[in-house]
């Protein structure tokens, strides 16, 4: 008898997409602390030039470079007023030199800035420019009087280079105005909004996170709150798994919860929980197999459930379930994962995480490295727990098993045999999707 076609992962997660693009938002928020983490929804664009004019890089002194005598001649120049950071720019007087601060603009007439240490002082004291006092008319740089706007005096100084732009950041040298600084499904990163922020924006469109009820089935499941589960009970993996990947993908998990091997009793509590906290998806793991007890496929028996159960060709997690659940006259989207662990895991990562609309996860194409030849079925594509090596290989960790919940823990790394592969040796380069976490 020929085997049943097993679904592409890829057209699952297609039809994964489509379901919750039904339930999936935006808002608009702050661009500060609560933005880190979110979804960008929009591509955003730079409102000015960064920098927004041509400024000093060091504290030193702004000077032309038509008015030094070559790297390393010493030259004697007039001073001028001081340039603090966020003062108007104003000009350079030819022939004289202006202190300047770190980040002040850049005067007219200035073309590059020697730094305090290439003065005859060699540095700045905490009363200012003039050394004991720039406003006091106390003294310069090199000593000589300084007047009280700072002016006045001279500098003696000694460039190590006189090349024109030394020192100097230019204008837009970071990023111009109208440069996207933003792309959809991007992730909101501290350094991202640090640059929208100097950007000019101040907030910022994003997914509104989804709001998601998570349930494990099964009678011989227990929340670890219950204490010891006792003979032929476990304590539940999966709902606190499921709530931490969902989460991380950018949604708002507002319940979870087990429920035993009873279809009405399962509707129930989804409905229940759906009503109580508004939810927009629910997501089970367990009763998708073909066991006695599937306790999903039961339910999709009954009123108000739409639910398809493809076999999808990966290992774990092959089982899966998909469709809607009707409550108060809305069809709420459902996705039905496996109930092993590591199943329920992969899953979430592989499907529900895209249909989310979490970006995507980092994937490298590393050498294997394997003490012995590993099989795996050809006719689908297999996902090993896996690390990442400083040598740039990958090594797999654990054995293929879905229950084995602390291999998974200790990778950082999904490693994929594809479909049409019936073993992998030493070297065999394997595409590896990069993952969170992993031991140190």
């Known amino acids: 008898m020929t085997p049943p076609r097993r679904t592409p992962l890829a057209d699952h997660v297609a039809d994964a997409v489509a379901l919750l693009a039904l339930v ?56 001028g007023l001081t340039i603090a950071a966020g003062d108007p720019p104003g000009e350079l007087a030819p022939g004289t030199a202006r202190p300047i601060m770190t980040g002040a603009p850049l005067p007219a007439g200035a073309d590059l800035v020697l730094p305090v240490e290439e003065s005859a002082q060699g540095r700045f004291t905490a009363d200012g420019p003039g050394g004991n006092g720039a406003d006091s008319g106390t003294g310069g740089p090199d000593g000589t009087v300084a007047g009280e706007d700072g002016a006045g005096g001279t500098v003696t100084l000694t460039p190590v280079s006189a090349a024109p732009g030394r020192f100097v950041r230019r204008r837009g040298s ?26 000019g924006l101040r ?16 009678s011989e499941v227990r929340p670890a709150a219950d204490g010891e589960p006792g003979p032929g009970a476990r304590h539940d993996a999966n709902g606190p798994g499921l709530a931490a990947a969902l989460t991380e993908a950018g949604a708002e998990v507002v319940r979870t919860g087990t429920v035993p091997d009873d279809a009405e009793q399962l509707l129930d509590a989804l409905r229940s929980h759906v009503t109580a906290h508004n939810a927009d998806l629910v997501v089970t793991s367990g009763g998708v197999s073909m066991g006695a007890f599937e306790v999903v496929r039961h339910a999709s028996q009954l009123p108000g ?10 290992q774990p997690g092959g089982p899966q379930g998909i469709g809607t659940l009707e409550v108060d006259g809305r069809r709420i989207p459902w996705l039905a994962f496996p109930g092993n662990p ?52 990958v090594r797999l960790v654990g054995g293929p098993s879905s229950h084995l919940i602390g291999g998974y823990a200790a990778a950082d790394a999904l490693a994929i045999i594809p479909v049409g592969i019936d073993a992998v040796r030493d070297g065999d380069l394997l595409e590896t999707l990069l993952i969170p976490g992993g031991d140190s």
């Open 174 to 199: 970071d990023t111009h105005r109208g440069d996207t600084v933003l792309r959809e499904g991007h992730l909101l990163t501290p350094a991202r909004i640090a640059h929208l922020a100097a950007c």
């Open 342 to 393: 590591v199943s329920a895991l992969l899953s979430c990562e592989l499907i529900a995480r895209p249909a989310l609309g979490a970006p995507a996860r980092r994937r490298l194409r590393l050498p294997v490295q394997l003490e012995q030849p590993e099989a795996s079925p050809a006719a689908l594509a297999q996902y090993r727990r896996a690390r990442v090596l400083p040598s740039g290989q």
């Open 24 to 79: 999936r938002g935006t808002e608009v928020i702050p661009l500060d602390g609560g933005a880190s983490g979110r979804i960008a929804h929009a591509e955003q664009r730079a409102l000015v030039d960064l920098p927004g004019h041509d400024d000093s890089q060091m504290d030193g002194f702004a000077v032309s470079s038509a008015d030094l005598a070559g790297d390393g001649t010493e030259v004697t120049l007039p001073l």
């Open 305 to 314: 459930t739409a639910l398809t159960f493809p076999k999808i060709a990966m």
């Open 203 to 218: 907030d910022v469109e994003v997914l509104a996170p989804v709001r998601v009820v998570v349930l494990s089935t099964g």
